[in-house]
C-alpha cells in the first residue's frame, strides 16, 4: 500500500493539482483585495456609502431583509467572475486557438533510395 501511494504522490498530475490551487488561492486574495480596496470604494464614491452590508428593510412583525450582504456578496461575485474570464478563460481560448492554427508537422518523404529499395521488395514479393 505504501508503494502505491508512492506512485500515486510521484505521479505529476497531484504536483500540478497542487500548484493550481496554490495560485488560485493567490488569485482569490488578489480579487478580493481589486473588490475591497478599488470596486466598493468606486462604488461608495458613487452612491454614497461603501459598504452596503449595513442596507436592510425591516417589514411587518420586525421581520428584517439584509439585502445590503447580498449586494456585498454579488459584486464580489461579478468581480470574481470578469476577473477569471479576462485573465484565465480569454488567456488560454486564444491560446488553444494559436495552437489549433499551427500547421502539423508535414511528413517527410523518404530518400530516393528507400523508395527504390521499396519498389525492389515489392516486385520481389510478387514473384
Known sequence: ????FKAFVARGNLVEIAVGLVMAVAFGAVVASLVSDVITPIIGAIFGEPDFSGLSVTIWNDATIAYGAFLNSLIAFISVAVAVFFFVVRPYNAFKARMAKEPAAVPVE??????????????????
Not at 500500500?1 to 502505491?4: D, H, I, L, P, R
Open 1 to 4: 500500500m505504501v508503494k502505491e
Open 110 to 127: 523518404p530518400p530516393e533510395e528507400i523508395v527504390l529499395l521499396r519498389e525492389i521488395r515489392d516486385a520481389l514479393s510478387r514473384g
